[in-house]
C-alpha cells in the first residue's frame, strides 16, 4: 500500500520509527516531512499530507503531531479527507469500518510506539464496512450550509 506520512517538530521521532516499520512491512512510504526538530507550524504537513491522499498519489495518510489534534484538524479541513485522531487499535479500526477513514493521526507525546504501531495496523487491515455507513460518509464531504432537518438513523 502506498502511505504518506508528515509530522510536525515534536514527532519526527515517531514518525521515523513508523515510516522505518512500513518499509520493512512491504509498504511504499512517502515521508513528507519535515526532517528535522527545528520548529514547524503542523497545519503546513497536515495540509500537505491531506493533498497527495485526495489526489491519490497515497493511499491513506499517518499525521502525527505533539497531540495529534493540530494536524488531524488541518488535514481534515480538505473535504476529501476523513481524518480519525486514534489512540489505540479498536478506534483506528472502527475509523476505517465506520468512517471510511483515509487518514489518521497519533499524538506522538501521548501514543508509544508499539501503541502506535498496533493503531496503524489496525487502520491499515480493516475495510470499510459500507452498508448504513456509506450513507453517513457521503453526508462527511459534502455537509449542508445550514440544516434544515436531521435524519432518523437506522
Not at 120 to 144: I, Q, S, W, Y
Amino acid at each position: 500500500m502506498r502511505i504518506a506520512l508528515a509530522s510536525d517538530h515534536a514527532a519526527i521521532e515517531l514518525k521515523a520509527a513508523l515510516r522505518d516499520w512500513l518499509i520493512e512491512q512491504g509498504h511504499e512510504v512517502a515521508d513528507l516531512g519535515p526532517d528535522t526538530a527545528d520548529s514547524v507550524d503542523y497545519p503546513d504537513y497536515g495540509y500537505k499530507l491531506a493533498s497527495v491522499v485526495a489526489d491519490g498519489t497515497a493511499e491513506r495518510g499517518i499525521a502525527i503531531c505533539g497531540s495529534g489534534i493540530g494536524i488531524s484538524i488541518a488535514v481534515n479541513r480538505h473535504p476529501a479527507l476523513r481524518c480519525a485522531l486514534v489512540s489505540e487499535p479498536l478506534s483506528a479500526a472502527l475509523a476505517r469500518e465506520h468512517n471510511d477513514a483515509n487518514a489518521i493521526a497519533l499524538g506522538a507525546r501521548l501514543t508509544g510506539i508499539e501503541m502506535a504501531k498496533a493503531c496503524v495496523e489496525a487502520f491499515l487491515n480493516t475495510e470499510f464496512g459500507g452498508d448504513r455507513h456509506a450513507r453517513r460518509v457521503g453526508k462527511l464531504g459534502n455537509p449542508p450550509i445550514t440544516p434544515d432537518t436531521i435524519e432518523t438513523l437506522q
